[in-house]
Nanobody, 126 residues
Framework: QVQLVESGGGSVQPGGSLRLSCVAS????????MGWFRQAPGKEREGVAT????????YYHPSVKGRFTISLDDAKNTVDLFMNSLIPEDTAMYYC???????????????????WGQGIQVTVSS
């Protein structure tokens, strides 16, 4: 049984930084994707950043490019999201997700991901 457990959320002032971590257990797929999605109240879920297990393919939502960095430790089945220069619009519930390695690249569409964490809140406010 695959389980994804997120940690590291919380509240921060605009301009601050946070690091989200996700540990996957019971998960072992080659050429698979892991990543982060978010959903703000009243808005649709959107892909924030995803990465392939070979580290060669990444996706970033245009609104986070240059501010967020995704990192994967394939041996530890851990994916981290380093969030810098946070803005109030980054406030959302953040979800870790993983797929079964069926697709050649990693994108930001959650429909292609099979496993999801419970979510962790990130609040950016002064």
């Amino acid at each position: 049984q695959v389980q994804l457990v997120e940690s590291g959320g919380g509240s921060v002032q605009p301009g601050g930084s946070l690091r989200l971590s996700c540990v996957a257990s019971g998960y072992s797929y080659k050429n698979s994707c892991m990543g982060w999605f978010r959903q703000a109240p009243g808005k649709e879920r959107e892909g924030v950043a995803t990465i392939n297990s070979n580290g060669l393919s990444t996706y970033y939502h245009p609104s986070v490019k240059g501010r967020f960095t995704i990192s994967l430790d394939d041996a530890k089945n851990t994916v981290d999201l380093f969030m810098n220069s946070l803005i109030p619009e980054d406030t959302a519930m953040y979800y870790c997700a993983a797929d079964r390695g069926l697709y050649p690249s990693c994108g930001g569409d959650g429909a292609f991901f099979d496993y999801w964490g419970q979510g962790i809140q990130v609040t950016v406010s002064s």
